[in-house]
């Protein structure tokens, strides 16, 4: 059976196998050989659970559990989504382990205190001795030894540092945190951004379908009669199995997007309640230089960055001090030792009390353990690159998010100049069908067309969303607030 274990022994074995710890050792073959041998692996795990045997053992789920309801609001999946999702909960273990590690780095700076016990037994046989004291012959006697040690650092500039670093790695876990909150904001608002497309699709390619159900029968009706076309009903039908297929990717889009908000919020339900209100949305900034500023001041990924490079050039610090600075420490010790016997022939009973300073200076590979700086050094560089890296991101980001919010809002306008002179179109040809100067289908094509257009118009407002959405997420102003925005009657 294949355990936990046995697949954390393969992943080591192969480790070693394929030489993953050697620098440089990951060239184009070896990829395609770990991912082979991965593969073999999950095709290996595969035969054996068909076989009817386990391929791992149960895992115990600590989340809370999934609920099931037939109608939601976005605020109640949001309210159990909050508790629920897992990078969330994730990203609060870490400010928890931060918030441990810092409070660690704080009692560096308090005195240590040891207590110890020793019971020890000495066989001793002296054969031969110039020293008059001394007694030949063997002797065998037991020794007590009880003390305890206390040592207090005065000067030691690796805990400083030490704690600076944790102090900033605490904030940044705390950011990610927010960050992942965020995300989980901005996921689920998208995930009913998408729903409601999807809905909206849907009804378009319902009525699409029901038209074109229509017109093909008067066409097959008016062939049967003599006087129709078969070209014509031919071209209806197609059209009406290209609408049948179009709604069918819709409603499995649809059953995905339900899917993708169980996976956010541990909530599987039925109908999501909302309404999206156009009018509501406002940018913090309508200023694109104004958004890049906002999002390097307040986006949690930015931000973040920020807070692991000052770890780590407080790092840096601490390895330049751990490697060449001086400790001074006081130290203090009493002891009672209770010795059966000794060299001399008599035992003893003794009480001492050592006070001191201790003064370590390292003079050469630090102690024996290597230079620590040289590999700070390299890993600081690393992140300030990075830093740069996702602050450059970051601006393209906001500034394309920007640029097609901008080009979303354009065509909205657009799109409802175009659907209003279909509305008129549509009221021409209906006044010629009341005045008999036409038939019941003459305005199919222009009903079709005026749907594509609202189709078009709908499409650009939830692309104005996803943007929306997108720059709130970028700039760090995304929060509860603007769940509420979309909030009402069924999407």
């Known amino acids: 059976m294949i355990t936990l274990a046995n697949l954390v022994r393969l992943a080591c074995l192969s480790a070693v196998t394929v030489g993953c710890a050697s620098t440089g050792g990951l060239g184009g073959k070896q990829v395609s050989a770990d991912v082979s041998a991965w593969a073999a692996s999950a095709n290996n795990q595969a035969a054996q659970m068909a076989a009817g045997m386990p391929a791992t053992p149960a895992a115990v789920d600590a989340a809370p559990t999934r609920a099931t309801l037939a109608s939601a609001s976005l605020g109640e999946l949001y309210a159990n989504g909050v508790d629920f999702n897992p990078q969330i909960r994730v990203a609060r273990s870490r400010v928890a382990v931060a918030d441990a590690e810092l409070s660690n780095a704080a009692l560096r700076f308090f005195p240590a205190l040891t207590g110890k016990a020793t019971r020890s037994y000495t066989f001793q046989n002296i054969l031969n001795s110039d020293n008059q004291v001394f007694q030949q012959g063997t002797a065998e006697y037991g020794t007590t030894n009880v003390a305890i040690e206390g040592r207090m650092p005065i000067i030691n500039l690796e805990n400083v540092f030490n704690y600076r670093k944790t102090d900033s790695q605490q904030r940044k876990s705390y950011v990610e945190y927010v960050g992942a909150a965020q995300t989980f904001i901005r996921d689920l608002m998208i995930a009913y951004i998408d ?99 906002l999002a390097l001041s307040n986006n949690p990924r930015y931000i973040a960055k920020k807070y692991e490079v000052d770890a780590f050039d407080d790092e840096t610090r601490r390895a330049v001090a751990k490697d060449f600075g001086p400790t001074l420490d006081s130290f203090a010790s009493h002891e009672y030792e209770n010795r059966g016997g000794s060299q001399f022939g008599g035992g003893s009973e ?142």
């Not at 040809?429 to 079709?448: E, I, W």
Request: zero cysteines.
């Open 195 to 293: 729903l409601a497309e999807a809905n909206a699709i849907i009804d378009e390619y319902r009525q699409r379908v029901s038209l074109l159900q229509s017109r093909t029968s008067n066409e097959r009706a008016r062939q049967s009669a003599g006087n129709g076309s078969a070209e014509m009903a031919l071209g209806f039908e197609q059209e009406l199995s290209d609408a049948q297929a179009q709604l069918g990717v819709q409603e499995a889009r649809q059953k995905s997007v339900m899917i993708r908000i169980e996976e956010l919020t541990g909530t599987k339900v039925g109908t999501v309640r909302g309404h999206i209100a156009m009018a509501n949305l406002t940018l913090p900034i309508e200023d694109v230089e104004g958004l890049i500023d």
């Open 350 to 491: 003794t009480v001492q009390t050592v006070v001191g300073l201790q003064l370590s200076v390292p003079i050469f590979n630090a102690g024996g353990q290597g230079y620590q700086f040289t590999t700070a050094v390299a890993r600081n560089q690393q992140i300030s690159a990075e830093l740069a890296m996702v602050a450059s991101e970051t601006k393209s980001a906001v500034a394309m998010s920007y640029s097609n919010y901008l080009a979303a809002r354009l065509r909205i306008q657009r799109d409802s100049q175009t659907i209003r002179k279909g509305s008129e179109l549509i009221s021409l040809v209906n006044q010629r069908v009341a005045d008999a100067a036409g038939t019941v289908d003459d305005g199919l094509q222009a009903r079709l067309d005026l749907a594509s257009y609202m189709r078009q118009r709908q499409q650009a407002q939830f692309q104005l969303l996803r943007e929306w959405v997108q720059i709130k997420h970028l700039t760090g102003a995304l929060s509860e607030a603007d769940v509420q925005v979309f909030s009402g009657t069924n999407i």
